[in-house]
């Protein structure tokens, strides 16, 4: 399941003696600092005490430097900002200067200088939430998940009630591979923010779909669907039903999923395959060319070519076959089917030199059967030592006790 996770946007806080939000003549500098930005960096605002102004720096006065490096952090200065932060620091080191100082290199991609800053911030200032928050994202984004998990539980520890730190852990859980956790921290957002719980449902749902908990992931994703009509949520739910043997009611999501994406011709395609699977070939067939009239593709005309070749149609099945080949991206699972059909069409040297391509990628030359399917090509070739390699490349995949034959 490749799913990215969405990236939560992180939220700014204001010292308790400063308004909310910032002021009306902050907004088009806030704008700047915002285009300013490191692609794939997030951008932050730190606490902002007082309005812009230009600061006079006395050598002597940490503080001077501190508010000079965070106005220069607002206009989008971020190199300007992180020389006078640290100035301030080497003075007087504060907690708010070494969270500013994060933000200012969180902004700029600089994601584990930016956790060691927070760190810091933590050290001096143990119940500032923000900064547990900041250093979590930052750890995120650096590879450190376990410690990331960590410090979303002491933002927890202090603001029980806000289902944010459970949503930013559930993201650190997953990349830590703790999808069952991962799950329950999800949850606890879910009970939090019920209105909100469309997208942690769905991640949700896909983290129990991992854990091959079928079921359950379809009733979550079902709820996501219900809250929030989405066509990838309900792709997700087709996934989950066909894993969990529904494959009816999985026809149903994936119909749902056709409806409101018309432009994605994946899921026709995926009602064909079922349907095919269900024996009803008439609506396999309609799906596959509702597929077709939204994007052409190899996979509906390789279903199509397996429906013509249980007909006995060979030189249908013949056909859809060229179309499938000629519009191939190259992939190789679409190599494989393509491989499997011309076997089936008895296209021998095409069926042998595709077998080839597909089993250099180390998942499917883990399949026995797909070496056994080389052997009957290579067999009909008439290519004896290249059938018994093929042969014994699949014997050492079978279990000891297999007797299954090889040409």
Known sequence: ????????????????????????????????????????????RPAIDGGLSEVVIDPRDPESYYRAGQEEFLKGEFDKAADHLRQSLRLAPTAKGWHVLGDTLLSQGRFNEAADA??????????????WMRLGRALINSGGNAEAAQAFLKAQELKPEDPEAY?????????????????????????????????????QGQLLGKLGKHAEAAKVLAKSAELHPD????NELGEVLVRGGELANA????????????????????VGEIQSKLGNAPAAREAYGASLKVG??????????????????????????????????GEVYEARELALVCAKLELWPQANKLLMLVLEDPEQA???????QLARARAKLKMKAEVKQACERAKALLPKDDKTACP
């Open 231 to 234: 066509p990838g949520v309900y």
């Open 366 to 372: 883990a399949q026995p059967a797909l070496w056994l």
């Open 118 to 131: 927070y760190r810091e911030a933590v050290k001096l200032e143990p119940g500032k939430r923000l900064s």
């Open 1 to 44: 399941m490749k799913r990215g996770i969405v990236v939560l946007s992180l939220l700014a806080a204001c010292k308790q003696s400063a308004p909310e939000g910032p002021p009306a003549d902050l907004i088009q500098v806030l704008q700047q600092a915002q285009q300013a930005k490191v692609p794939g960096a997030p951008f932050v």
């Open 296 to 329: 052409d593709s190899t996979g509906p005309h390789l279903g199509l070519a397996r429906l013509a070749l249980a007909e006995g149609k060979k030189a249908d099945a013949s056909k859809e076959l060229d179309l499938a080949m000629a519009v191939t991206t």
């Open 167 to 203: 949503r930013e852990q559930a993201e650190a859980l997953v990349g830590a591979d703790r999808s069952a956790e991962a799950v329950a921290s999800l949850q606890k957002a879910i009970e939090l923010d019920p209105k909100s719980s469309a997208k942690d449902l769905k991640l």
């Open 251 to 270: 026809v149903k999501a994936f119909e749902e999923a056709a409806k409101l994406d018309a432009k994605d011709p994946t899921a026709w395609e995926m």
